[in-house]
């Protein structure tokens, strides 16, 4: 289901990339084009991440998720501080931090391979939808306010203010 709402969701920013990024971008939309793909894959990356979140939790496997959470930080904030500072380019820094993404999500797609299966059934999705539901609508509304800080930050002091806001929301 992650994987097909992921899929959906790149498919319809895709065909309407060209209407909705440049209303967040403004100006700078020509220069940030060509990194639409890494936007893409970035969001790939990240339905492993919700899976082996879950799985974690589930199958109580707190010292393989510290593992990987540290392993991420520690590799994301070394790459991407020694590529702001020696590049001081913004599209290298987005292609760190999504070639980074897509590296623990494989770090974390290894983890699962022998848990994968895919089983569905009718009563659990529903049990799941209606325990869930809240918190679901609870979790888009964080990450609606997320993104609107981002599109002010974005908007109002420009691409190197907002990869910087970016950077340090990771550390935080």
Same mark, same amino acid.
């Given at each position: 289901?992650? &994987?097909?709402? !992921?899929?959906?969701?790149?498919?319809? &920013?895709? @065909?309407? %990339? $060209? *209407? @909705? +990024?440049?209303?967040? !971008?403004?100006?700078?939309?020509?220069? &940030?084009?060509?990194?639409?793909?890494?936007? +893409?894959?970035?969001?790939?990356?990240?339905?492993?991440? !919700?899976?082996?979140?879950?799985?974690?939790?589930?199958?109580?496997?707190?010292?393989?998720?510290?593992?990987?959470? #540290?392993?991420? @930080?520690?590799?994301? /904030?070394? /790459?991407?501080?020694?590529?702001?500072?020696?590049?001081?380019?913004?599209?290298?820094?987005?292609?760190?931090?999504?070639?980074?993404? #897509? +590296?623990?999500?494989?770090?974390?797609?290894?983890?699962?391979?022998?848990? =994968?299966?895919?089983?569905?059934?009718?009563?659990?999705?529903?049990?799941?939808? %209606? =325990?869930? /539901?809240?918190?679901?609508?609870? /979790?888009?509304? $964080? #990450?609606?306010?997320?993104?609107?800080?981002? =599109?002010?930050?974005?908007?109002? +002091?420009?691409?190197? *203010?907002? !990869? =910087?806001?970016?950077?340090?929301?990771?550390?935080?």
């Amino acid at each position: 289901l992650t &994987l097909a709402l !992921a899929g959906l969701g790149i498919m319809v &920013l895709w @065909i309407m %990339s $060209n *209407q @909705i +990024f440049p209303l967040l !971008a403004g100006d700078i939309w020509p220069e &940030l084009l060509p990194l639409l793909p890494l936007l +893409f894959l970035s969001a790939l990356a990240m339905v492993p991440n !919700a899976i082996f979140t879950s799985w974690v939790i589930i199958e109580q496997k707190a010292r393989l998720s510290s593992t990987i959470k #540290i392993a991420n @930080i520690v590799i994301a /904030s070394t /790459s991407l501080v020694l590529i702001a500072v020696y590049t001081q380019n913004y599209r290298l820094v987005i292609l760190g931090n999504v070639l980074i993404q #897509i +590296f623990i999500s494989i770090l974390q797609l290894i983890a699962l391979k022998n848990e =994968i299966r895919v089983i569905f059934e009718r009563k659990w999705f529903s049990l799941i939808y %209606s =325990i869930g /539901s809240p918190i679901f609508l609870r /979790s888009i509304f $964080n #990450i609606l306010r997320t993104q609107v800080d981002r =599109i002010l930050v974005s908007s109002l +002091f420009g691409v190197n *203010q907002f !990869a =910087i806001y970016n950077f340090s929301g990771k550390i935080n």
